[in-house]
């Protein structure tokens, strides 16, 4: 799993080995909850194989915010950082490999890696993305009607069509399976 990110970080083989086996390898299955809301994020994740989704749960609905597909690494990242209560539940949708580190163990590696400015500039940049895709997918729910929401989805990260179900993307467009449907047919029929 490891081996492909081998030449991205400037460490000795050492260091390598040891960082990485502060990881654990789990396989679950879909629907498995990693993290509840409310709970304190305690672990990252990084996905080997599968699909997670991040969600949480309004007046009786839920609302998905994110998916996340293998090389990512996911986790409620305001909860992890500050020790808080996580605002969402993180979730499988697929069967999935997985890789986790205890927020313990990633705190010491952190604090050596901070010396070496090339690792905390990808650590950053890491954490600014996700922060830009949290900030675009905000600003497109004030901005953007549904379909338009939808044919960006389509364009820019096709894969959650190919893989994730229907309700699950009608939820995190912010409507109803019945209004997803008439937007697909509708463009359907643009066609």
């Given amino acids: 799993m490891f081996s492909q990110f081998r030449n991205k970080f400037p460490l000795t083989d050492e260091k390598w080995l040891e960082y990485t086996n502060y990881f654990n390898r789990i396989e679950i299955p879909s629907k498995a909850v990693l993290l509840e809301e409310g709970e304190i994020s305690k672990k990252l994740f990084i996905i080997e194989k599968g699909c997670i989704r991040v969600w949480f749960n309004n007046n009786g609905k839920d609302l998905t915010t994110q998916f996340f597909f293998e090389n990512q690494s996911v986790a409620s990242i305001e909860s992890f950082i500050k020790k808080s209560p996580s605002p969402v539940v993180v979730e ?5 490999v997985l890789w986790w ?9 952190l604090e050596e890696i901070k010396e070496i400015p090339e690792l905390r500039d990808r650590l950053i940049n890491m954490l600014f ?3 830009f895709d949290y900030m675009k997918y905000f600003v497109s729910f004030i901005k953007d009607s549904p379909t338009q ?3 960006s989805l389509i364009k820019e990260r096709p894969q959650i069509i190919q893989r994730v179900p229907q309700h699950y993307i009608a939820s995190y467009l912010g409507v109803t399976t019945v209004h997803l449907s008439r937007i697909k047919s509708k463009l359907a029929h643009k066609k």
Avoid: A, C, F, M
């Fill in 92 to 96: 499988t949708i697929e069967p999935s």
């Fill in 129 to 131: 993305q996700r922060t």
């Fill in 149 to 151: 929401r939808y044919l």
């Fill in 101 to 109: 580190i205890h927020k313990n163990d990633l705190d010491k590696i």
